[in-house]
């Protein structure tokens, strides 16, 4: 199987580098020479090749087009532009997209998806969509309970864009200690009052317990792998939940979900888990997931060679993962 990565998230050389003994082959490419991809590529013996840069989007998809064909690729990964590889099945059949473009638009916008959410697989937090400073206050009029704060995010964006904990009152803590994620009522509302246009956005309540994320690997809507993450102050704790895991095979059947993909939740004051979110790529903090020995991108590529698994691979014990900050030498080597 010779397998490759177009240009995505820094997260990505976690990937590639759990792919050095898989005995997949694989291709990696980006536009940034340095790059960590580039840079795991090369340290794994892989291709690395670097994309011209600035490409308009058919220049980029005809580019794509013949690299999948001069590199004889069997398995394509995208990152950059998926959304328009799954509009163009056809002319890229090496493809291995999230979902089909009208899912990927579903899951894609948070409103959408939370609203087609069955909450008898799992609960959601109570939440309300606005578009205005006076929806915005209907809103959090409705929501309102003791003791319960809410929290405003955008019906779309990745990696926390946007995303606030309210307070009814400022804090000065939060000032002093640089929370970057906190804002006051007052500001939230001035902020949207001078706004010409506000996009869509959820306001919803924030549950107090622990908070996961499930890493996951599917293929045409059957789940492969998954990985449970508590997440912690120090660390994160890679834990046995056989229910999140059939919420996972849940998910990926109902959505008929293909690739590595990646749900949020956290658990009410009794101890229940409630769904915030999925994504449909690989989270930010994969190599967490990486670290229980469960081979996410591993699995997908053996699955798309025809490998077959009796069942669905999770971790074997619960453990305790850390990151380790390093930093590395940058060097820009020639295209090749």
Same mark, same amino acid.
């Given at each position: 199987?010779?397998?490759?990565?177009?240009?995505?998230?820094?997260?990505?050389?976690?990937?590639?580098? +759990?792919?050095?003994?898989?005995?997949?082959?694989?291709?990696?490419?980006?536009?940034?020479?340095?790059?960590?991809?580039?840079?795991? +590529?090369?340290?794994?013996?892989?291709?690395?090749?670097? #994309?011209?840069?600035?490409?308009?989007?058919?220049?980029?998809?005809?580019?794509?087009?013949?690299?999948?064909?001069?590199?004889?690729?069997?398995?394509?990964?995208?990152?950059?532009?998926?959304?328009?590889?799954?509009?163009?099945?056809?002319?890229?059949?090496?493809?291995?997209?999230?979902? &089909?473009?009208?899912?990927?638009?579903?899951?894609?916008?948070?409103?959408?998806?939370?609203?087609?959410?069955?909450?008898?697989?799992?609960?959601?937090?109570?939440?309300?969509?606005?578009?205005?400073?006076?929806?915005?206050?209907?809103?959090?009029?409705?929501?309102?309970?003791?003791? %319960?704060?809410?929290?405003?995010?955008?019906?779309?964006?990745?990696?926390?864009?946007?995303?606030?904990?309210?307070?009814?009152?400022?804090?000065?803590?939060?000032? !002093?200690?640089? #929370?970057?994620?906190?804002?006051?009522?007052? +500001?939230?509302?001035?902020?949207?009052?001078?706004?010409?246009?506000?996009?869509?956005?959820?306001?919803?309540?924030?549950?107090?317990?622990?908070?996961?994320? %499930?890493?996951?690997?599917?293929?045409?809507?059957?789940?492969?792998?998954?990985?449970?993450?508590?997440?912690?102050?120090?660390?994160?704790?890679?834990?046995?939940?056989?229910?999140?895991?059939?919420?996972?095979?849940?998910?990926?059947?109902?959505?008929?979900?293909?690739?590595?993909?990646?749900?949020?939740?956290?658990?009410?004051?009794?101890?229940?888990?409630?769904?915030?979110?999925?994504?449909?790529?690989?989270?930010?903090?994969?190599?967490?997931?990486?670290?229980?020995?469960?081979? !996410?991108?591993?699995?997908?590529?053996?699955? %798309?060679?025809? %490998?077959?698994?009796? &069942?669905?691979?999770?971790?074997?014990?619960?453990?305790?993962?850390?990151?380790?900050?390093?930093?590395?030498?940058?060097?820009?080597?020639?295209?090749?």
């Amino acid at each position: 199987m010779r397998a490759y990565f177009n240009k995505n998230f820094t997260g990505t050389a976690d990937q590639i580098r +759990a792919l050095q003994y898989s005995g997949h082959d694989v291709v990696v490419s980006h536009t940034d020479p340095a790059h960590a991809m580039l840079d795991a +590529a090369r340290g794994c013996g892989m291709t690395a090749i670097v #994309e011209p840069r600035n490409l308009e989007t058919a220049l980029y998809l005809d580019y794509i087009a013949n690299l999948l064909r001069e590199q004889r690729i069997d398995a394509f990964i995208p990152g950059k532009l998926a959304e328009q590889f799954a509009e163009q099945r056809g002319r890229f059949p090496q493809a291995i997209v999230p979902a &089909d473009p009208h899912t990927l638009r579903l899951i894609n916008n948070k409103a959408r998806f939370l609203a087609d959410w069955p909450q008898s697989l799992l609960p959601l937090p109570r939440w309300q969509v606005f578009h205005s400073l006076e929806q915005f206050d209907a809103a959090r009029a409705d929501l309102a309970r003791e003791g %319960v704060r809410l929290c405003m995010k955008p019906a779309e964006g990745i990696y926390a864009s946007g995303f606030r904990m309210l307070s009814d009152t400022p804090r000065v803590t939060t000032f !002093l200690k640089g #929370e970057l994620y906190e804002m006051s009522t007052a +500001a939230a509302r001035e902020m949207i009052a001078a706004a010409e246009t506000w996009p869509e956005y959820l306001l919803m309540h924030t549950l107090p317990g622990d908070e996961r994320s %499930v890493d996951c690997a599917a293929l045409n809507g059957e789940l492969l792998g998954c990985v449970v993450r508590r997440k912690t102050s120090q660390d994160q704790v890679i834990e046995l939940r056989p229910d999140l895991v059939a919420v996972a095979r849940a998910m990926a059947r109902r959505y008929h979900l293909s690739g590595l993909f990646n749900f949020q939740t956290r658990d009410d004051r009794a101890g229940t888990a409630h769904l915030l979110e999925i994504n449909t790529r690989a989270s930010g903090g994969i190599r967490n997931a990486l670290a229980s020995g469960v081979n !996410l991108p591993g699995l997908l590529l053996d699955a %798309v060679s025809g %490998v077959q698994r009796p &069942d669905v691979v999770t971790p074997a014990q619960v453990m305790h993962v850390r990151e380790d900050k390093r930093a590395r030498r940058v060097r820009e080597p020639h295209a090749h």
